[in-house]
């Protein structure tokens, strides 16, 4: 069974300064695709990036890069140059394939507040 | 494309009674997704459809509710005998899976917000 941990409930960065936000997943498959999503306070998941466990490099989207050290099955979320935008709850997230989201397991997700 | 649907947007209902929420994915997606997320949680599946066919429910999904994707186009989730516990955010997903091995993107809905009093 997989699991994602993130363990920041909730985080403060200053406008257009950079922001870590710390995922683990726990997973025994030898395949997997790991995801961030975006919720703002209207309640829309927005996704914002992914990563295949086969992936040699860091997936980045913009100002967002995902971290992905697979020997300690982090996938941190870089969110360079904050934005008061950017405010919202952020969910880490792992499907058992690559391909697939069959199965996709959330975080229970960190509070991120941008600071004018 | 308009995205993903959901209606409607909110629902309170007694206990006991029936409900039944409606998600239109975007046209043409394949997969479409249902999710149930409560206060403070992040979503957590129950089903998904590839085109008409139910291939996963969670064993979240009790025996009181069902989903339905009659034509592989909009799909319905129905509760049956509602109880508070059912209080959440219901969230449905769409994409899609055109070829391997590239991953595919979910696009999710506004949801659907039930209060069970």
């Known amino acids: 069974a997989q699991k994602i941990t993130q363990t920041q409930p909730g985080m403060f960065v200053q406008e257009k300064e950079a922001v870590t936000l710390d995922c683990t997943y726990d997973?025994?498959?030898?395949?997997?695709?790991l995801f961030w999503y975006k919720q703002p306070s209207s309640g829309e998941m927005i996704f914002l990036i992914y990563?295949?466990?086969?992936?040699?490099q860091n997936a980045t989207e913009g100002r967002y890069s995902l971290n992905f050290q697979k020997a300690r099955k982090s996938a941190n979320l870089v969110i360079s140059a904050s934005q008061l935008g950017d405010s919202a709850m952020y969910f880490c997230a792992a499907s058992p394939r690559e391909t697939s989201y069959d199965k996709v397991i959330f975080g229970p997700g960190t509070s991120l507040s941008v600071i004018p | 494309d308009t995205g993903v649907s959901q209606n409607p947007r909110h629902k309170i209902t007694k206990r006991g009674q029936n409900v039944t929420f409606r998600c239109d994915p975007i046209?043409?997606?394949?997969?479409l997704y249902w999710y149930r997320q409560t206060l403070g949680q992040g979503p957590e599946f129950l089903t998904y459809?590839?085109?008409?066919?139910?291939?996963?429910k969670s064993r979240l999904l009790s025996d009181r509710f069902s989903a339905e994707r009659p034509k592989g186009s909009f799909s319905t989730l129905e509760i049956q005998r509602t109880e508070q516990g059912d209080s959440a955010m219901y969230l449905c997903?769409?994409?899609?899976?055109?070829?391997?091995?590239?991953?595919?993107?979910?696009?999710f809905g506004p949801g659907t917000r039930l209060l069970v009093l």
């Open positions: 459809f590839q085109n008409e066919a139910q291939l996963e």
């Open positions: 997973t025994s498959d030898q395949s997997y695709g």
């Open positions: 046209s043409e997606h394949n997969r």
């Open positions: 997903a769409s994409s899609l899976v055109v070829r391997l091995p590239v991953g595919e993107t979910q696009y």
């Open positions: 990563q295949g466990s086969y992936d040699e």
